[in-house]
């Protein structure tokens, strides 16, 4: 029997216990604030899944530094965010920490409240190690939740990363009312900005047309279960930043994101438009109006 064991009892952790459950898994359940002890869940362990926020990926792989992982541990990480200090992604802190072992990366659109109420959906497994990519392929999938498997693990993490800022842009777009067309024109102009930003850093194009890209950028611009839309619906009703953050009491990944990849972009001379709007709202220099009136003002450009 496999021997799963998640760390952060989160609402995406919690969610991946019970999906991991259901296929015939043993299951550890990990958190910071739980009584479980952490060496006696990750000896043994088949595959450890990292369902931290960002802010806790640092912290947890400092604990498991501290442990004995066996080489042959798979580490999953689901993490959607961007180290603010390094600009890295979750799974390359990962691989740095543990060279030895097997990275890989679960994403898609996959909004937890859904998932736990059985609903189907569809995910991706990325790795560059493809069998143990298919491990967790076989691990998770379900009636439910069909996992699908690619060997490009940086592409399938950013779709799900990135696509948070366009998500907070989104719930900015329903929340002014600015239609149909506006939204469908922002998500279009969306991708290719993710895209650009990917494959400068190294992603493949293609990936971003899958469920890890295109697939989740709908899910979560179109949901007002995902928190990264409900910041930008708020703000754009008129809420601070803060109030919808302490509403939420919850991870709203896409606020990190939006500064960290501003930061790269200017470091790596990469045109952002979108995002670059999200940014200036989210730091108060712009309001959703303006961000609107900006983008549609910019230079005219061939498509
Ligand atoms: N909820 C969802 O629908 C999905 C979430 N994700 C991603 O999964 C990650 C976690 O999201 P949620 O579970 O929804 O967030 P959450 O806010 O419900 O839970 C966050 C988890 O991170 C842990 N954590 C935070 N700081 C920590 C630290 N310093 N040390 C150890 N643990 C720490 C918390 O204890 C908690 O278990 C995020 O990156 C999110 O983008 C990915 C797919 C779906
Ligand atoms: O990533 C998600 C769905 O795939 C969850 O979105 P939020 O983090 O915006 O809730």
Known sequence: MTIL?????????????????????RVNLWSRSSSVNLESVITGADVVVSAVSMKGVGATVDRLLALELSPSTIIVTVTKGLDPASTRTPSQIWQ???PNNSIVVLSGPNLSEEIQQGLPAATVAASLDLAAAKQVQNIYSSDIFRVYVNEDPLGTELGGTLKNVFAIAAGVCDGLQLGTNAKSALLTRALPEMIRVGVRLGARAE??????GLGDLLATCNSPLSRNYR???????????????QELQSTAEGVNTTNVLIDLANQRGIEVPVSRQVYRLLNGEITPEQAVLSLMERTLKPE
Do not use: D, H, P, R
């Open 5 to 25: 064991t998640i760390l952060g009892g989160g609402a995406w952790g919690s969610a991946l216990a019970n999906l991991g459950g259901k296929k015939g898994s």
């Open 96 to 98: 740095n920490a543990f």
């Open 207 to 212: 990936t971003f047309y899958g469920l890890s």
């Open 231 to 245: 910041v930008g619906f708020g703000l754009a009703k008129g809420k601070s930043l803060e109030q919808i953050l």
